[in-house]
């Protein structure tokens, strides 16, 4: 007994390290997949950003070369002043950049903003400067970080040389302060001491974001961690690494990406303390408690031994039962019983009388018809008068408890012959809950609201009729079809079978609304959602939103939209004024806002009634709409107020449109009581330049002043301001 005992606590012990080394492991590779998961995130969010903005700057620069290189190439050179104005000009596009600059052939630094007093820059002994002047094809390239000669500030420089009749006429570069990019990355939500670099493809720093970092580094600087040039050597374009960071000296997991077309590499860190401090505090309480819980075995262990010693006496007494006991033990189930060749309990288990309820004295000598409620004495009497020594059977009944419930009972089976005597050993077990846990998921999976399925290898296994219900089908008739009849398009088809199955094999679910289509080819909006059955096999569950999707479309088009004439009220008119501007000012065009405001409509509406004011007011809208342009705005801000945006225009060409607009608004208007009336409408107009910061609602402001001074002269006429 002594070394069963040492024995057990030996296996508990071997037991418990094992089973606290295996979570601690499984916990500790979570922990690294969070960190990796969130810099691969960081990484791919930084690129998309970093990529995004070079190839801004970068299209500016080339649209700039060519209109440099054309007016180069006229007959006679251009000026000093129309090189500076068309430089000025696009570094307004361009927020961020330290200077838009222009190099002669001889590398003086003539042209461009932020140029210091005295003589030009000389960059002619620059590397870059040499390198564009080789160029046979002119194309932008990058240098970069590197102090500039101009503000000496650190720089990320883009460089287009300039080609006229095949010879290099000069060097158009931008300088992007490094402090842009950090700036940039400032805008991320980072985590104390989670960091977010851009390096140059030789590894030297051009710009470092780490919130409560003791140092975010110096620019050009290419000291960095044997594990980054490591993993930097062996996968150049995308990869992760841990190491202590030589920066600042705190330890991340770090992913990065090199840029698509830019000799650049963006590293997203996150600090590895958050990640794992959690972890170190749950090995120490796991350790904890599985110590405690090897003391509580051997405690356990040692209390077992000293009692065995007395339970021994007990042992010997309970011998002469060991035969009936032994039988008991072999016929699995909850509730042990065994009936006489007449139907009568001899001998049950206490799981037996609990679960009718009663008690041994009251069951024992009892037939089984007593508790049986399908089978009467007779039936059951005949019963055993059939069976005979080895028969098994499996059978369903309900049972009547002693407090009159009524459970139901799943019954094994089995006669013997003990001592000449036939015995029905008996293991039932209460199914009552399970059955009826069958019944509510039967009742759950054919509910009429919500659709279910089971989609295996993109194919209908098996739905419910809401399914059917809801996509307009027949009973059947989307059994073993493919999933593609019901959904909208190819598109919705794709992505779903690219996020989706993602999805459900990173997260374990996916859920997403789906535009599907009904049997008759009408539009429905589903809610989706889907978990894994197995590796081939999806559960998806469906609901119909349409009415939801329809009612959220319609208050979004009344809250933007004039009720009576459906043309843009004064929210959406603002957006469209701010669209219609920043249009403007990329094509070199203006914008016009016209401030229409009806003569004569109050003796219409006070003459014939509000309802024929309405119609005359929706009869006008229409015209209107009819009158401009498809990149015109028309908004009616209330009463008989409208208002006009005319967009990319160039002098007077807004005059045209507005005459137009004028002419179709005086045409006589029959009502629908038969009365023709005419109304005549004054404008006001305001042009604004370039240079004019006036916000939408100033300038419509503004239209409206023109049109009320001009209103007290003169009606009928159109004001500019």
């Known amino acids: 007994m002594t070394v069963w005992l040492v024995s057990v606590n030996v296996a508990v012990a071997i037991l ?6 295996h979570v601690l492991e499984r916990t500790r590779r979570d922990a690294e997949a969070q960190a990796n998961n969130l810099a691969e995130r960081l990484a791919a969010v930084a690129q998309l950003n970093v990529q995004s903005e070079m190839d801004r700057v ?27 104005e068309v430089l000025h000009a696009r570094r307004a596009l361009l927020a961020g950049v330290e200077g838009f600059r222009l190099a002669d052939a001889q590398g003086l630094v003539r042209w461009g903003t932020g140029l210091p007093a005295g003589p030009p820059v000389d960059v002619s002994d620059r590397d870059y400067f040499q390198q564009a002047r080789q160029l046979a094809e002119p194309s932008t390239f990058v240098t970069g970080p590197l102090t500039s000669r101009v503000s000496g500030n650190w720089v990320v420089a883009f460089m287009h040389p300039l080609r006229v009749d095949g010879r290099f006429a000069g060097l158009l570069y931008v300088s992007l302060n490094a402090d842009h990019f950090e700036g940039l990355f400032r805008q991320y939500d980072l985590d104390p001491l989670d960091a977010v670099s851009l390096r140059r493809d030789d590894l030297r720093l051009v710009a470092r974001h780490s919130p409560q970092s003791a140092s975010q580094g110096q620019p050009g ?41 830019w000799p650049f590499v963006v590293l997203a860190g996150v600090n590895n303390q958050r990640f794992f401090e959690p972890w170190r505090r749950q090995a120490w309480i796991v350790a904890s408690l ?23 006496g007990v042992m010997r007494a309970l011998a002469n039962q060991g035969a009936r006991i032994q039988a008991l033990l072999r016929t699995a189930g909850d509730g042990i019983h065994i009936v006489d060749g007449a139907g009568c309990l001899v001998e049950m288990s206490d799981s037996f009388a609990e679960m009718l309820k009663s008690s041994r004295d009251r069951l024992l000598g009892r037939h089984i018809s007593s508790w049986d409620v399908n089978q009467d004495k007779r039936a059951i009497d005949a019963w055993l008068a059939k069976v005979k020594p080895g028969d098994r059977q499996r059978v369903d009944v309900q049972h009547r408890r002693d407090d009159g419930g009524v459970i139901e009972v799943e019954m094994q089976l089995s006669v013997a012959e003990i001592a000449r005597r036939l015995f029905v050993f008996c293991s039932s077990r209460d199914v009552t809950a399970q059955r009826q846990l069958m019944r509510e998921q039967a009742a759950m999976l054919n509910s009429d609201h919500v659709g279910m ?24 008739e989307l059994q073993g079809q493919p999933v593609r009849t019901v959904y909208w398009d190819d598109a919705g088809y794709r992505q779903v079978g690219v996020e989706g199955y993602e999805a459900l094999r990173t997260q374990g679910c996916y859920r997403s609304q789906l535009r599907m289509r009904s049997k008759q080819g009408e539009l429905v909006w589903i809610d989706f959602g889907a978990v894994p059955l197995s590796a081939t096999e999806v559960f998806v569950m469906l609901v119909d939103i349409t009415e939801k999707k329809l009612a959220h479309e319609r208050l979004a088009h009344a809250a933007f939209h004039d009720a009576l004439t459906e ?3 004064r929210l959406l008119l603002d957006d469209r004024i701010h669209q219609a501007r920043a249009m ?21 509406n006070d003459e014939h009634g509000h309802d024929a004011g309405d119609q005359l007011l929706r009869t006008i809208a229409q015209r209107i709409r009819s009158a401009i342009r498809p990149c015109d705005t028309a908004a009616r801000l209330g009463g008989d107020e409208f208002v006009l945006v005319i967009a990319e225009v160039d002098g007077e060409a807004w005059r045209p449109i507005l005459d137009r607009v004028v002419r179709s608004i ?3 208007i029959t009502l629908e009581s038969g009365v023709q009336v005419s109304v005549g409408v004054t404008a006001g107009v305001t042009v604004p330049d370039d240079e004019d910061e006036a916000g939408p609602h100033e300038l419509v402001e503004r239209a409206d002043h023109v049109m009320l001074r001009g209103k007290r002269s003169g009606k009928g006429e159109v004001f500019l301001a």
């Open 58 to 84: 970068d299209g500016v620069v080339r649209a700039t070369a060519a209109e440099l290189q054309r007016a180069m190439a006229g007959t006679r050179p251009p000026s000093d002043a129309l090189l500076n």
């Open 221 to 261: 600087d290419a000291a960095v961690s044997p594990q980054l040039r490591e993993a930097f050597a062996a996968h150049p374009r995308t990869g992760r690494f841990v190491s202590r960071t030589m920066v600042d000296g705190e330890e991340r997991t770090t992913a990065y990406r090199a840029l698509s077309s």
């Open 453 to 476: 399925a089971r989609i295996e290898h993109r194919v209908i296994t098996w739905r419910n009729r809401a399914v059917e219900r809801i996509l307009g089908y027949g009973e059947g």
């Open 584 to 604: 403007a000012r990329r094509q070199a065009k203006k914008v016009a806002v016209c401030y229409l405001d009806l003569d004569g409509f109050k003796a219409v």
């Open 567 to 569: 043309l843009p009220n």
């Open 290 to 312: 599985a110590m405690l819980s090897w003391l509580l075995t051997a405690g356990a262990t040692w209390m077992l031994h000293m009692a065995s010693r007395r339970e021994q």
């Open 666 to 668: 005086g045409e006589p």
């Open 16 to 21: 418990l390290i094992a089973l606290v080394t």
